[in-house]
């Protein structure tokens, strides 16, 4: 027996994996990684995988970096936690002073928590509150776009609309209003993103200007929809929507806990539209895919409503264990360092350029309705039918082909449904990235023949998405 079957046999025998019908792994191996070093994964038998997905979007500058390896080792010997409802740190204040001169203007309170979805939660909640706080309390509803997605807590779920991850638990969810995404892939022949964007609009203002008395808060994924299939859309909506929200005197929310940090070519998503929301949320990338951590940045003027004698029971009484934890800490101090010091963003243009170039030919492949990139973030939609962009039956799990064929190649390529996609570390080099196009290319004319042979039992519910 090898040691990584070894080892898959102990892992299945105790763990139940995320994002997993766990019965696919009768048939579907589990890779169990040794180690990790830059943009490679390897197992216990010596294979190694590029790691073409950051790890689930986390992980932007290669595993094992020395410089942030360092950094937390030197934390460790200082303090590994301590509480932070009324005690403070270092490592906590010298991140909160680079994040808020970081991030667009007006950002000046920063809320730590443990992962994504709980920093969306928080925003929700900060925003509920608030309003009940300044005396508006029938503001408690969110609206959030059609194929969006924000975690898997009941309240983020409840602003989310990826029917995979949300329809078992509808009975459990908040009353919320969906509008129809700006997601330019539906675009009409010859409409460009920006029209196609602004077209969409309309619906997002009639909305508002329906139900602003009602609502809190509009929460969106800027410029990319991730969970529901990487499908992207033009910074103009954004801008419309910052002065809309303005107008109708409800907050914004942007989640950008998947796009944040350089992914879409500029270090936030917002930047693009030349606005600051009033709630940014951050993760993933923030401890270069590290260690579990969020943060929720605001404006003074929310701070303000929550600020006041305790007996007025107007405080934000919400808490994490492990929020603001110094070793999580210094893994961002790391990560910004490396940003700051290695023009990342400017280099990222070139690999960005060298993505697109490496998959122009899929363009014209007649399974594939769209090849589509915003900086370092490109997919691939395969279809059933190239002129009509009929999908292909879910349960037909094409996506699932290319992962299989790219683990043979040793690539991690985790599609979403049937579009591969590529987000990969920002150490990838451009020999690397053409490797990747190749095996994808590789991959989409296996999963695309006439006659698919369904790798697992075709009843089995997973669309093989991630859960981002």
């Known amino acids: 027996m090898s040691l990584n079957d070894s080892w898959m046999r102990r892992d299945l025998a105790v763990l139940w994996h995320p994002c997993t019908q766990m019965k696919d792994h009768e048939q579907l191996p589990l890779i169990p990684i040794r180690r990790g070093e830059g943009v490679w994964l390897e197992d216990f038998d010596g294979k190694r995988y590029l790691d073409a997905v950051s790890s689930w979007w986390v992980n932007v500058f290669g595993h094992a970096n020395p410089r942030i390896n360092q950094r937390i ?12 409802a009324g005690f ?21 309170r920063v809320f730590y928590t443990d992962n994504g979805s709980t920093g969306i939660e928080v925003a929700l909640k900060m925003s509920f509150h608030y309003w009940r706080n300044s005396g508006r309390p029938r503001k408690q509803r969110f609206v959030t776009l059609t194929n969006s997605y924000h975690g898997e807590t009941v309240a983020a779920m409840s602003v ?10 509808k009975p459990l969810l908040l009353d919320t209003l969906k509008v ?60 419309l929507l910052r002065e809309a929200c303005d107008r109708y005197e409800v907050h914004l929310i942007h989640d950008e806990i998947a ?6 070519g500029t270090m936030f998503a917002c930047e693009q539209a030349g606005i600051s ?36 029971l107007r405080a934000f009484l919400h808490s994490h264990t492990y929020t603001g934890n110094p070793l999580a800490c210094a893994a961002a101090l790391a990560t910004l360092d490396i940003f700051a010091e290695d023009n990342v963003i400017e280099a990222n243009k070139a690999l960005a350029a060298r993505m697109a170039s490496a998959t122009a030919h899929l363009a ?33 799990r094409r996506g699932l082909q290319v992962y299989q064929h790219a683990l043979k190649r040793g690539a ?16 990838i080099t451009p020999e690397q990235i053409d490797f990747l196009a190749e095996v994808a290319s590789e991959g989409i004319d296996i999963a695309t023949r006439a006659a698919v042979s369904v790798a697992l039992r075709p009843g089995a519910p997973s669309n093989f998405h991630d859960p981002g």
């Not at 080792?73 to 932070?84: A, I, T």
């Not at 460009?192 to 609502?215: I, N």
């Open 180 to 239: 129809p995404s700006p997601d330019c892939y539906l675009r009409p022949e010859g409409m460009s993103w920006e029209e196609h964007s602004r077209h969409m609009f309309a619906h997002m203002e009639q909305t508002l200007a329906e139900h602003h008395e009602e609502v809190a808060a509009v929460i969106v994924e800027p410029l990319i929809q991730g969970a529901g299939g990487m499908r992207m859309y033009h910074p103009i909506y954004l801008k």
């Open 277 to 312: 929301p009033d709630f940014l949320c951050l993760s993933k990338a923030l401890t270069g895919g590290y260690l579990p951590m969020a943060a929720v940045i605001t404006t003074d003027r929310l701070y303000q409503a929550f600020y006041d004698d305790y007996s007025t």
């Open 88 to 108: 403070s740190h270092q490592p906590v204040v010298e991140l909160s002073e680079r994040l808020v001169a970081l991030t667009p203007p007006g950002l000046e």
């Open 412 to 427: 991690l390529l985790r599609p979403l449904g049937s579009v591969v996609y590529f987000l990969p570390p920002y150490t």
């Open 160 to 169: 989310g609309d990826v029917a995979l991850f949300t329809d078992t638990y």
């Open 259 to 264: 796009v944040g940090f350089g992914r879409t």
């Open 73 to 84: 080792k030197d934390q460790l010997d200082q303090l590994e936690h301590v509480m932070l």
């Open 364 to 396: 014209d492949h007649p399974h594939v309705a769209e090849v589509r990139q915003t900086g370092m973030a490109l997919a691939i939609e395969m279809v059933q039918d190239k002129a009509s962009k009929t999908a292909y039956p879910w349960q037909e």
